[in-house]
């Protein structure tokens, strides 16, 4: 059983940056694709973005967001910046075994908040 822990939400005006990690115990590597989710109030669960042999990113975050992941340091990391209001959102780190739009592991969550 792996557990992911994101880290690196907050509070930050428009047009800002902000990190997210994610770090998987007791290790990242049995994960072949990983990926960020977020929840807005009232709306659903959505994949921004994700990793695995390649990357993916929905039209919404891209030029803007950038997804890596360190083996090594057993982590996943979404880097955003130009940050708009509408990114205001719960941020889910996940994790699949074969395919990220099948999760098997799921983080507790980190919450962005943008403000205007």
């Known amino acids: 059983q792996v557990q992911l822990v994101e880290s690196g939400g907050g509070l930050v005006q428009a047009g800002g940056s902000l990190r997210l990690s994610c770090a998987a115990s007791?290790?990242?590597?049995?994960?072949?694709?990983m990926g960020w989710y977020r929840q807005a109030p009232g709306k659903g669960r959505e994949l921004v973005a994700s990793i695995s042999s390649g990357t993916y990113y929905a039209d919404s975050v891209k030029g803007r967001f950038t997804i890596s992941r360190d083996n090594a340091k057993n982590t996943l990391y979404l880097q955003m910046n130009s940050l708009k209001p509408e990114d205001t959102a719960m941020y889910y780190c996940?994790?699949?075994?074969?395919?990220?739009?099948?999760?098997?592991?799921w983080g507790q969550g980190t919450q962005v908040t943008v403000s205007s």
């Open positions: 007791p290790s990242i590597f049995s994960i072949n694709a």
């Open positions: 996940a994790g699949g075994l074969l395919t990220v739009r099948h999760v098997d592991y």
